[in-house]
Nanobody
Framework: VQLVESGGGLAQAGGSLRLSCAASGIDFSRSAMGWFRQAPGKEREWVSCISTSDGRAWYGDSVKGRFTTSTDNAKMTVYLEMNNLKPEDEGVYYC????????????????WGQGTRVTVSS
């Protein structure tokens, strides 16, 4: 069971980045795939979640309208398209998998990736 994030890096404020999370060893098509982020000294914050069975997605208030999550079930990969980035979007972004239902609570996710760092310059 493994989740591997990629796509982080440096972006300018107002710019865009696309994160990917490749999964293996899970029942991907019946999972809920969430994105969380953690800035230094802060708690892990829920960003988004998508139900892989029907594509329904939910977003935290701080990213709503700017970020979009999607999946490619054939590739067992979930994406996070981040637009109009702000300095407060900086942090390490983690993807997590949960059993079928989306949740904003990190404790509901059973598998996590190692994270990918996003830096936004102002």
């Amino acid at each position: 069971v493994q989740l591997v994030e990629s796509g982080g890096g440096l972006a300018q404020a107002g710019g865009s980045l696309r994160l990917s999370c490749a999964a293996s060893g899970i029942d991907f098509s019946r999972s809920a795939m969430g994105w969380f982020r953690q800035a230094p000294g802060k708690e892990r914050e829920w960003v988004s979640c998508i139900s892989t069975s029907d594509g329904r997605a939910w977003y935290g208030d701080s990213v709503k309208g700017r970020f979009t999550t999607s999946t490619d079930n054939a590739k067992m990969t979930v994406y996070l398209e981040m637009n109009n980035l702000k300095p407060e979007d900086e942090g390490v972004y983690y993807c997590g998998s949960a059993h079928s239902r989306c949740s904003p609570w990190a404790t509901d996710y059973h598998t996590w990736g190692q994270g990918t760092r996003v830096t936004v310059s102002s």
